[in-house]
């Protein structure tokens, strides 16, 4: 089954506490892409990358690093939490140009 | 830079009505496509359309249509005959062709009463 799967689905973490959110994607896709959705903000893109070991910016990208090593994986990084990084956050892929696939979600909590 | 503007936070409508969600976007790109995704209660994220922008048809697909007007830079979106299923928030997304970055709407809530 064509599919992206996160992990955790949920977590909560202190400030401070480093964690990585892994995506990975088996539909080959070139392109993946993180966003993060918060009440009233819709989806805000946070990286996307074009291919392995392309990575760039979307519109909120302090906080957060990602890297790209192999196709399918996508993970996110979370150096050092912040409260203001409690969010929904969502991991996509898709074939260039055309509709994203998502992934169910992961809920951060940060306290 | 791109801009998606989904106006209407919040439409409330009793089973049957028909409902339009509009979607007003700005970018620079002469080429790029448009999206609307559904977000029902459980969460998931669900792709309805996409849109080129060289390709201004309208689409029906059973209950759903879709208005493209590039003079207005436009993508609306209309459910005839609304169901309780419907309900959902509803996002419009812009991407240039390459996919690279995208951007979406704050999204609008649709609530259909039985």
């Known amino acids: 089954e064509a599919q992206v799967t996160q992990n955790p689905r949920y977590l909560i973490t202190v400030t401070g506490k480093k964690l990585t959110v892994t995506c990975s994607q088996n539909?080959?896709?070139?392109?993946m892409s993180w966003y993060r959705q918060d009440p009233g903000l819709g989806l805000r893109q946070i990286y996307y990358?074009?291919?392995?070991?392309?990575?760039d910016k979307g519109d909120v990208p302090e906080g957060y690093k990602v890297s790209r090593k192999e196709k399918r994986n996508f993970p996110l990084i979370l150096e050092s939490p912040s409260p203001n990084q409690t969010s929904l956050y969502f991991c996509a892929s898709s074939l260039y140009g055309q509709e994203l696939f998502f992934g169910e979600g992961s809920r951060l909590t940060v306290l | 830079a791109q801009k998606v503007t989904q106006a209407q936070t919040e439409i409330s409508v009793v089973e049957k009505e028909d409902v339009t969600l509009d979607c007003v976007y700005e970018?620079?790109?002469?080429?790029?496509?448009l999206f609307w995704y559904k977000q029902p209660p459980s969460g998931e994220l669900v792709f309805l359309i996409r849109?080129?922008?060289?390709?201004?048809q309208n689409e029906i697909s059973g209950r759903y249509s879709w208005n493209f007007q590039k003079s207005t830079s436009s993508f609306n979106f209309t459910i005839t005959a609304s169901q309780v299923v419907d309900s959902a928030v509803y996002f419009c997304?812009?991407?240039?062709?390459?996919?690279?970055?995208?951007?979406f709407g704050d999204g609008t809530t649709l609530t259909v009463k039985p």
């Open positions: 849109r080129n922008s060289f390709d201004e």
């Open positions: 990358s074009m291919n392995v070991e392309v990575t």
């Open positions: 970018t620079r790109d002469t080429t790029y496509y």
């Open positions: 997304a812009l991407s240039p062709p390459n996919a690279g970055k995208s951007t």
């Open positions: 539909m080959n896709h070139e392109y």
